[in-house]
């Protein structure tokens, strides 16, 4: 069965720093995976997606991730934090596409200036 | 292009009362899924659509919750009687299959039972 764990229910940054969200995976086929932003109030917005080819993959709002096979990580990444980027991510696993998202528990990003 | 269209957006009710949910696909999408949130369980599956046919619903809670997809415009999460219990955000998304690989979710309907 599919799994998502997100190290790290809550990660603090202060405005440019570097952001780094954990997430590791469970699948027992190669995985699609995804990392979605929910802004308060409102619905799920993908932010990036890894299905084949490139291992790096790069979303919008400057951030990217990295498909790492032998770590079954899929860990986001953004170089230098702006205030925008407070909201929660949450990282998704599915075994092929058009099938349903396992979600992980989220990660709540603050930024502070 | 409209997206993922849920209502209500906010809904209060009383225990015991019926609540039904409503989502309007993206034009096209032909898979449809249904998601609660909630602070100790994160996003849960709840059942998903496709071609209007259930294909899994092993997550609906029990059996007060039920789907239905009659058309390829139209689904409704219904519950009946609610519970507190059922408070929750309930996320409907959407999908194009068979080459589709993004799933799109609307707003939420955000449910408060008391």
């Known amino acids: 069965a599919q799994s998502v764990t997100q190290l790290g229910s809550h990660v603090s940054v202060s405005e440019g720093a570097l952001v780094l969200l954990r997430c590791n995976y469970s699948?027992?086929?190669?995985?699609?995976l995804f990392w979605y932003v929910q802004y308060p109030n409102q619905g799920l917005q993908l932010l990036l997606k890894?299905?084949?080819?490139?291992?790096l993959v790069k979303g919008i709002n400057g951030f990217e991730a990295e498909f790492k096979k032998s770590e079954t990580s899929f860990h986001l990444t953004k170089p230098s934090a702006h205030m925008s980027d407070a909201a929660e991510y949450f990282c998704?696993?599915?075994?092929?596409?058009?099938?349903?998202?396992?979600f992980g528990k989220g990660t709540t990003l603050s930024v502070s200036s | 292009d409209a997206g993922v269209i849920q209502s209500p957006r906010h809904e209060v009710t009383e225990m015991g009362q019926e609540v039904t949910l409503r989502c309007k696909p993206i034009?096209?999408?032909?898979?449809l899924f249904w998601y609660r949130q909630t602070m100790m369980r994160g996003l849960e599956l709840l059942i998903y659509?496709?071609?209007?046919?259930?294909?899994?619903d092993s997550g609906m809670p029990e059996d007060r919750f039920s789907a239905k997809m009659p058309n390829a415009s139209f689904s409704t999460l219904k519950i009946q009687p609610s519970e507190p219990r059922d408070s929750a955000v309930y996320f409907c998304?959407?999908?194009?299959?068979?080459?589709?690989?993004?799933?799109?979710f609307g707003e939420g309907s955000w449910l408060t039972v008391v």
């Open positions: 998704a696993v599915s075994e092929k596409a058009g099938t349903a998202l396992i």
């Open positions: 699948s027992s086929v190669p995985p699609y």
């Open positions: 890894y299905t084949t080819g490139a291992t």
């Open positions: 034009s096209g999408h032909n898979s």
């Open positions: 659509f496709n071609n209007n046919v259930p294909i899994d």
């Open positions: 998304a959407t999908l194009r299959e068979p080459h589709g690989n993004t799933i799109y």
